[in-house]
C-alpha cells in the first residue's frame, strides 16, 4: 500500500485490475528535453566543473492527471543533463535525501575506481559523497545511473537515471546538427496503474521487467516539434529490459524513413551508417541524424518499435531460465515528430567523423573466458554468482586483451563492462554490423550465441564490474568483478 517518500511507485503486481490503455494513440503530450545543470559558481572553477545533486523523491509528469511519484535526482525525473568538456574534470556531489542507500555510476566513463559507484560503495541516507570524473575521453552520450547492489533495477526504474554529454571540440569542429538540433532520448518501458502510479516486479527474473506502455524521457508517447531540417537524436536505451528494433515511419507512406548512425556508446563513428532500422539493447547509446527534409509540413513522423519484444533471444529458450515475468507485451511506437515549420539547414554530416581506436585481433596479449548462463536459481557468469568481496579475473593494464563472450542460455544478454570502451570483434563468428565497429561499452550477445571484445584497460587500476545491463539479471547476481592491476 501507500507509503512515505513516494514507494507506493515501487508496488508490485496488485491493483491493476482495469489495465490503463497501452498507449496514448494521440501522441497529444509534448516531450520534455531534460534541463542541462549549470556548475556551481562557488568551486575551484579553474580545474573542474562542480555540480551539486540531491537524490529525492519527487514527482514526474509522465501522462496526463496524477503526477507519478517518482526518486530522482534533484527530484526530478530525468535527472538534470550534465554537459562536460573533454580534457576539462567534473566533480559531482551526490546527497542522498532518500531513506535508501544508493551508488552512482557514470556509465561509459573511464574513471576511477572510488568514483564508478561500486554496487557497495553506498552513500547512506543523510550522508554525500563527491565523484570526480575525468572526462579524458572521445565526446559522446553517456549517462549516469544508481548502481546499488541487488536494486539496481527497482532505482532505476524508479526514477534515477540521468544524461551526461561530453562534448569533443573535435566533433564541435564537424558542424554535425547542434544546440535545439541535438536532443537527447531516453527510451524506456512502464506499467502504470489507474492513478499513475508504476508498477515494478523485481521478481521478473527470467526475460526482466518488461512495461506494457513506452516512455520517452519520462513522458508518456510524447510528440516533438521539428523543423524541415537535420536533427541529432542521443538514444539511450534506458529500460530495465527491453530491447528496441527503431524505424521512423512517415504518416502516408510505405517505405520507413532511411537516417544515419554516427555514433555508439563510446562516442563518433569512424563513418556514418545510413540505414532504415536500429537495434537497441538496455544500457546501449546510439547518436542518429534524421533529416526532415522533404516531409511536407503538417506530417508526422512515427518512431517506431518494429521488434517483437526479444528479437535477439534464441527461439528455443529451454534452460534460460527463471521463473516469473514474461517478456511482456509488443510496444508498437514510442513517439512522433511533427513536422512543424520549414527551415534552413547549415548543419552537415561529413563523410569521416572520426579516428577512432579498432584493436585487431593480433594485437591482443590477453585473453579469457566469460560464460553467461543460469546458476542455481540467480543468474551468473563463469558459473558464479556475484560477490562484492571477489576477485573473479584479473587483467593487466596497458594490455590488449581479447574476451570470448559465451551466452550459454537462450536469452540475449547486454554484457557490459566498467573502466573502458571495447571494440566489439564478433558476433556469432561474423564480423558486426557497421554500427557496432566504433567504441563500444554494451554488446547484446545473442542467446545461445558467443561474441568478442578487444579492448586496452587504461588510466587507472582497482576493483570493477562487468555485468548483464537486463538490470533484474544483474540484481540477480549476473555480475562479477575485474582487478585491474600493474
Ligand atoms: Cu549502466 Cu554497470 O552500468
Ligand atoms: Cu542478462
Given at each position: 500500500g501507500d507509503s512515505q517518500d513516494g514507494d507506493s511507485t515501487f508496488t508490485g503486481g496488485g491493483g491493476n485490475d482495469s489495465p490503463p490503455p497501452l498507449e496514448d494513440r494521440d501522441f497529444a503530450t509534448p516531450l520534455v528535453v531534460p534541463a542541462t545543470l549549470t556548475p556551481l559558481a562557488t568551486a575551484a572553477a579553474a580545474d573542474a566543473d562542480a555540480y551539486h545533486l540531491t537524490i529525492k523523491p519527487g514527482t514526474a509528469q509522465m501522462k496526463p492527471g496524477r503526477a507519478t511519484p517518482i526518486v530522482g535526482f534533484n527530484g526530478i525525473f530525468?535527472?538534470?543533463?550534465?554537459?562536460?568538456?573533454?580534457?576539462?574534470?567534473?566533480q559531482v556531489t551526490q546527497t542522498n535525501a532518500w531513506n535508501e542507500r544508493v551508488t552512482v555510476h557514470n556509465h561509459g566513463h573511464k574513471v576511477a575506481a572510488e568514483s564508478d559507484g561500486h554496487p557497495v560503495d553506498y552513500i547512506t541516507p543523510g550522508t554525500s559523497k563527491v565523484y570526480t570524473y575525468p572526462n579524458d575521453q572521445p565526446g559522446g552520450t553517456f549517462w549516469y545511473h544508481d548502481h546499488t547492489m541487488d536494486v539496481t533495477g527497482r532505482h532505476v526504474y524508479g526514477?534515477?537515471?540521468?544524461?551526461?554529454?561530453?562534448?569533443?571540440?573535435?566533433?564541435?569542429?564537424?558542424?554535425?546538427?547542434?544546440g535545439a538540433y541535438d536532443v537527447p532520448l531516453l527510451l524506456q518501458d512502464k506499467t502504470f496503474n489507474a492513478n499513475n502510479t508504476t508498477v515494478f516486479d523485481e521478481r521478473?527474473?527470467?526475460?526482466?521487467?518488461?512495461?506494457?506502455?513506452?516512455?520517452v524521457n519520462g513522458v508518456v508517447n510524447p510528440f516533438h516539434e521539428v523543423a524541415t531540417r537535420k536533427y541529432r537524436f542521443r538514444l539511450l536505451n534506458g529500460a530495465n529490459a527491453r530491447e528496441w528494433q527503431l524505424r521512423f515511419l512517415v504518416a502516408g507512406s510505405s517505405t520507413p524513413l532511411p537516417f544515419k548512425v554516427i555514433a555508439s556508446d563510446g562516442g563518433l563513428l569512424a563513418a556514418p551508417v545510413n540505414t532504415t532500422t536500429l537495434s537497441m539493447a538496455p544500457g546501449e547509446r546510439y547518436d542518429i541524424v534524421v533529416d526532415f527534409a522533404n516531409i511536407p509540413v503538417n506530417t508526422r513522423v512515427t518512431m517506431a518499435n518494429t521488434a517483437s519484444s526479444q528479437s535477439r533471444d534464441d527461439d528455443d529458450r529451454r534452460g534460460g531460465g527463471g521463473g516469473g515475468g514474461g517478456r511482456g507485451r509488443d510496444i508498437p511506437s514510442l513517439m512522433q515528430f511533427v513536422v512543424a515549420r520549414q527551415e534552413a539547414d547549415t548543419s552537415t554530416v561529413p563523410a569521416k567523423l572520426a579516428n577512432i581506436t579498432r584493436y585487431k585481433e593480433t594485437d591482443a596479449k590477453s585473453r579469457a573466458n566469460v560464460s553467461l548462463s543460469f546458476n542455481n536459481g540467480d543468474w551468473g557468469m563463469n558459473g558464479r554468482s556475484y560477490d562484492p568481496g571477489r576477485i573473479d579475473l584479473t587483467s593487466k593494464l596497458d594490455t590488449v586483451t581479447i574476451w570470448t563472450l559465451k551466452n550459454d542460455s537462450g536469452l540475449m544478454h547486454p554484457f557490459h563492462k566498467h573502466l573502458v570502451e571495447f571494440n566489439v570483434l564478433d558476433i556469432n563468428g561474423q564480423p558486426p554490423p557497421p554500427e557496432m565497429r566504433g567504441l563500444k561499452d554494451t554488446v547484446a550477445v545473442p542467446g545461445r550465441g558467443t561474441a568478442r571484445i578487444i579492448f586496452k584497460n587504461e588510466g587507472f587500476t582497482g576493483t570493477y564490474v562487468f555485468h548483464c545491463h537486463k538490470l533484474e539479471h544483474e540484481d540477480h547476481r549476473m555480475m562479477l568483478q575485474e582487478g585491474v592491476t600493474r
Open positions: 530525468p535527472g538534470p543533463t550534465i554537459i562536460a568538456t573533454r580534457g576539462r574534470p567534473t526514477g534515477l537515471a540521468g544524461f551526461y554529454i561530453i562534448h569533443d571540440p573535435a566533433e564541435d569542429a564537424l558542424n554535425l546538427p547542434s521478473a527474473i527470467g526475460a526482466g521487467f518488461h512495461g506494457d506502455t513506452a516512455v
